[in-house]
């Protein structure tokens, strides 16, 4: 009985603590991104971020992040590409960790 009750706590305790992770990530994301709009700023912003997914070997954010920090200098259309490229990195890292959580 204790060990089940044990179980159902731990589980709901993961749970909440998860979502509350995700939130947060994905917070840090739209600041982060948000900064980085501002033309030359953003690849300057990223650069620590690209290194550090670099060293982690996490190589397909690497490229999104230096290719939407790239065309985040190009005033306008750059701009409305950056947020395009972030806007589907944030989904598809929002969809990661639900599948992952499976």
């Known amino acids: 009985m204790a060990e089940a009750l044990t179980e159902i706590l731990l589980e709901k305790t993961a749970t909440k603590y998860s979502t509350i992770m995700e ?3 994905v917070i840090e994301k739209l600041l982060i991104k948000g900064i980085s ?3 030359f700023v953003g ?3 990223r650069t620590p971020f690209i290194l550090y997914k670099l060293a982690i070997g996490n190589y397909r954010d690497a490229v999104m992040d230096t290719v939407s920090g790239a065309v985040s200098c190009i005033p ?3 701009t409305g590409a950056s947020i ?3 806007v589907s990195y944030i989904a ?3 969809f990661n960790n639900k599948n992952d959580n499976n």
């Open 23 to 25: 939130a947060l990530v």
């Open 37 to 39: 709009k501002v033309p």
């Open 43 to 45: 690849l300057l912003v």
């Open 76 to 78: 306008g259309i750059g």
């Open 84 to 86: 395009a490229l972030d």
């Open 92 to 94: 598809g890292t929002i």
